[in-house]
């Protein structure tokens, strides 16, 4: 009986380690496509080019915000916050992408430049 248990529990517990580790990297893959799209939308040469990153910068970013980094550990607060910095992203971008819809190319390009910051910013907070 106790066997069982300790089993279980051991189970339970590398399960748990697995699902940690999976979703911090998942978080990875995502911040490695967002990085990818940052450079697509920054080397775009058409306002078409730039809304197709930036509809898939947005995605990834919007996975991202819905997967725990392994950096906050359980505290909700630091993932609220950490969740709050992706959709404060995720704004810039959509504005950008309207400077691009409407044509303004070179402004939704100078829009973007603060990500860098932006990422500076929250990946020393976060990550």
Request: no cysteine.
């Amino acid at each position: 009986m106790k066997l069982k248990t300790l089993l279980k529990t051991s189970l339970m517990v590398g399960l748990f380690a697995f699902s940690t580790n999976a979703l911090s990297a998942g978080v990875m893959k995502e911040m490695i496509q967002m990085k990818k799209q940052l450079n697509a939308l920054n080397q775009s040469q058409t306002s078409e080019e730039f809304q197709a990153a930036a509809e898939q910068f947005i995605e990834y970013s919007k996975d991202a915000q819905h997967t725990m980094p392994k950096s906050v550990g359980d505290d909700q607060e630091r993932f609220k916050g950490y969740q709050a910095g992706i959709q404060e992203v995720i704004d810039v971008v959509n504005q950008a992408n309207e400077k691009a819809k409407a044509g303004n190319l070179a402004e939704a390009k100078e829009m973007i430049e603060q990500l860098d910051e932006m990422r500076k910013k929250y990946h020393k907070e976060y990550k």
